[in-house]
């Protein structure tokens, strides 16, 4: 199995992946499941893979042949609209798929995978794509501003929770990370090392990218103290009517009746309307 | 779908239940999933059910028709040891199912149910068990003080981060509340309102109860800190060495010396051994 997420913020874009592919538990290997597509200045893609490996490698060795070959007019290199490039890579995905199919007829095996496709092309927004085994592709949208592959359910509440179009990108990096930590912890079919790509609107480059093992100072911090942040974000909430309130800590003093008080809803978020969603 | 949690800690036991089952998106209802067995004095059970409906509904009538018999040797009144409940429980739970089957032979529906067993008798450890459909069933131990059925991954990470064996009971409390309105929030198909339970140890009857709603003042306060808390606790994270550190927030201000330095890893835990574990 496999996690990734892609995160869509206004202020750019995130890409989180691990590393750990498995074809049984006795056959576990480490494989890069971000690809990167830059040619700066002019526009960058970032590819997360999930499902089956030869035809996700198959697709990057076309992706690539195709954008080394100034007389290909189909590549990553000719598309004026990221919604194009999501197409394209649709179609090459199929392709490859197919491929391996052809070779590999009534095994019983899953030839498919499922990409997550993010970048941006000069002249317009960044932007993030799915694009499923079919070859079609759905956007992020500023409801739902994030794509997950892969053994996703672990990771979903905290994006859920967390991120909005106006999260700052590094908040979101960091929320990424935390999703990506309780999936490894919760499911062993996802293992370190991961690796994690920022993208800053307008950049036309990756801006950072990182490989994060246990022993990486901010991984390793960010696994050490997030346990103890929740706990504590636990122990905060409201106490049950039967609890006596604890001495010494504010938080925790709260009477019933501040409880039965109207609780603060979010203020309601302007509709963003179609100008402000993908392409 | 349905999810369900027990958790066992030294003070007792927490029960949480979401309470939507749907045989469709079109078919969805609400039906209790926590069923009690109270005894006071002598003891108290707590079943959670996932599965067939009418499966879960006949194991119940039987553990209550075969309980308020005198004459009957095997119900939950009669054995000494918690273990022996859930073996019977078993057993109930497996001739229901074939019962179920025997009327709707080939119809493709699974008449599968799993239980969650837990409770205390007088002069024992309370305990938590997990019934599965054949019959057979594990117990928690102090490294897996939780059982989950149902649609359970979304509501893993905080179990598997928070709960200890020395967690208090309300904590532990909190952190089920927290663990099921994830899921809610991530998963349709789970859904409010919520029944929540807590056993005391040595209590020997239901400490507290309560079915929460979305406007329950608790549930409601809950539901909307919850996000701020964890989006607080993602901020305070370390930062990434490109980030200037945020002004007047201390715990932002960690330099790359710091997050370089070694990071903090729990205290190793003592082996529990196999006196603290359950029988």
Redesign the interface.
Known sequence: MTYCVGIEVDEGLVFAADTRTSASFDDVRVYRKMHIFEYPGERVFVILSAGNLATTQLTMSRLNRDADDPSCTRSLRTFKHLFEVAEYVGEVLVASQSAVNDQAQHSGVSVQSTLVLGGQIAGERHGLYMVYPLGNCIATSPETPYLQIGES??????L???LRPDTSL??A???A??SLD??I???LSVGLPLDLALIRAGDLRIT?QMRLEADT??Y????????R???N???????????PAREGQEEDQRSLAQ???P????AARQDPGDEAGQQ
Request: aromatic residues 8%.
């Open positions: 359910k672990y990771g979903k509440p905290i859920d929770r967390i590094e908040d990096a960091r929320c990370l935390v309780s999936t912890r919760s499911n950072q100072p901010l390793a911090e960010i696994h050490d103290t997030w346990s942040k929740l706990e974000a636990v122990r905060t909430l409201p106490r049950f009517p039967w609890e409880v039965i008080a609780p603060r809803r979010m």
